[in-house]
């Protein structure tokens, strides 16, 4: 295995990343008549030992993009490079081994986890898989031990999924990809599935493992608060491209990006007393259809602060700024200074479109 | 008098050959007219079970329901599944999580709001249709005139649930029951409709019960909330009250447990241990006992009683979070 040198810096580099999925029509032939922009020119990088956290609303590609770093999905267009290599242009044996430093947690530990496996033979199969179940009582350790720093007893290797609660499977998933001793970890909606209660030991166990093994996550959730929670750098996603990217705290006290202000006024605190104050912003219509998503800035047709022509013309590039603070509007600095005020927007009809079929972010994909 | 009033609500699922399995226990509350009540809790407490034994829609059989329901003096449960089935129909809306499964699919959104408006409130298919516009306009479907024509699957779930909004609306009902309404919806849509529900509630003067397991929602929505744990109520308090003060150590485990938005970051999260699959029955001792931070040798000697808090609410615990003690 490549042991990278570099221990600071970017770990994974996404430079125009484009995942673009035919839409078929047709009886006798299939025909392409268009396509899911699901993501669509996406730059950002990722630094060795943090956390990125994508945050945005269903649909807006968050999974794919995470699909797409690994390759279990094909990027369309882009470079991926991770620890240096352009991870795209690897194949069989390099790409295979590329593979065992990036692993993937899902959103629903069940539906991820075979059923008719015991812990054991799931764990052992990813290690197969690499080559890297050479040595039994090795092997017997290592099981152990992550096991262990997965907050599991040891018992729980003969028994399978469904003997266990959902935290307690979300941490047989965490144990799946930990067990092959990855750098990077990407993991859609981690904690979306659980309960309250066990949200909050996710997510301690995630930040313990990273504090442990210098790990670097990429963690996608929809959820604001829980990104804002853990990770160090949050982007923003809005039909398939980041809108706006910045360090978590500066981020939650300085949103500059109108959707960003919108998804954070909707987020519901719990506190009475700041709920009763707060203004929200409310987003007039639905998200626009990824597979026809609007000309100019793509949040234009439901952003408040819009201004005539250019907005509907002229597509913003995600720019810095602030320092460290990247924006994709043509007018974040009026907007931050007050001098474009907010205006009524009339919502505009948007059809759930029949030809690309929801995301599933649930399913399992093997990594060969 | 109060407009709701459920007295020692129980249900209990009996399947042959499997142990009786009791998912709603000894639930009182009562919603009074214009009021806001939320049910919060984790999944499987029990939320949705009462809110269909209020209703009468659960299976009719597999399933035994005890207590009372009162709605305006009548006690629900007596009544005959005809004369249920008018009262519901006139006076008591529901709301669910999945707009999709409970609307008609092969029935465009604007029949399936005229169709309410003719069996409840007899009206005659044109009055119906004109009403069923405004009611959609009202919820803030956009174009209502061609909405009025497009079946479920061809609007977004937001819209969806505007539509099951206005269905709901459509007998002007006194209670309005609304089941996660928005826990499938995006956080944006999420806001426009607490908001659209909030509205309704101060303009029309109905009552709503709010079922959610985000307790975000319930801060900003929810005039008296009761959690649930179990199956039973543990805490019953005034929104205020709630928040600054929780006393039953699983609410104050569940409010210490949720990353804010607005909290200064990088802290450990305060979680609760275990999962509800550690519980312990209720006949037993408390049911949290083996998760709580707080349990004294009287919590493993039979159901701690829900009794009365010098703050108007209610606390079921023999060692409740002292009153100083805030959420971190
Ligand atoms: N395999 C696929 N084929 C066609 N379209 C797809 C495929 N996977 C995803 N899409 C579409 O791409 C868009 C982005 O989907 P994606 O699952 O990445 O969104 P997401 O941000 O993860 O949403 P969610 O929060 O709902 O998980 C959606 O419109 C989705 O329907
Ligand atoms: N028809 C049924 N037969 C048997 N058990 C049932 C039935 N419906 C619900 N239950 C059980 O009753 C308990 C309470 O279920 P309920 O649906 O009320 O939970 P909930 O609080 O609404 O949870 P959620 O947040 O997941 O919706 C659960 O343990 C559930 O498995
Ligand atoms: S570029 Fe224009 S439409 Fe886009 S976010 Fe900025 S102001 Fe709004
Ligand atoms: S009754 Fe006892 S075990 Fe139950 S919550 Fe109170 S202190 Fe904890
Ligand atoms: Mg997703
Ligand atoms: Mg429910």
Redo the contacts with the bound molecule.
Sequence with gaps: MTESTERTGPLVELRDVKVHFPVKSGVLFDRTVGYVYAVDGVSLSINRGETYGLVGESGCGKSTLGRGLLRLVEPTDGEIVFDGTDVRSLKGESMRKARRRMQMIFQDPLSSLDPRQSVESLLVEGLKAHGLAGDKAATAKRLRDTLAAVGLPASALSKYPHEFSGGQRQRIGIARALVLDPELIVADEPVSALDVSIQAQVLNLLEDIQNDRGLTYLIIAHDLAVVRHIADTVGVMYLGGLVEEASSDDLYREPMHPYTKALMSAVPVPDPQVEDRRERILLAGDLPSPTNPPAGCRFHTRCPWAQPTRCAEERPALREVLDGHRVACHYAEDIAAGRIRPHEVEPELVRPDDGAAPGDTGELIPTP | MSLLDVRDLTVV?Q?RGERP?T??DKVSFSVEPGQTVGLV??????????SLAIMGL??RR??KVTGEVNFDGTDLLKLRPDDLRDRRGRDIGMIFQDPLSSLNPVVPIGIQVAEVLERHRGMDRKAALKEARELLDAVGIPDPNRRLKEYPHQISGGMRQRALIAIALACKPRLLIA??PTTALDVTIQAQILTLLKQLVDETGTALIM?T?DLGVVAGLCDTVNV?YG?KVVERAARHELFARPRHPYTHGLLSSVPRLDSPRGERLHAIRGSVADNIPWGEGCAFAPRCDNVVDACLEGTPPLEPTATGGDLRCNNPVSEEVAVP
């Design positions: 699922f399947r399995f998912a709603v809790g984790e999944s499987g407490c029990g939320k949705s079970v009462t659960l299976p597999g399933n089941d996660e079922i397991h649930l199956g």
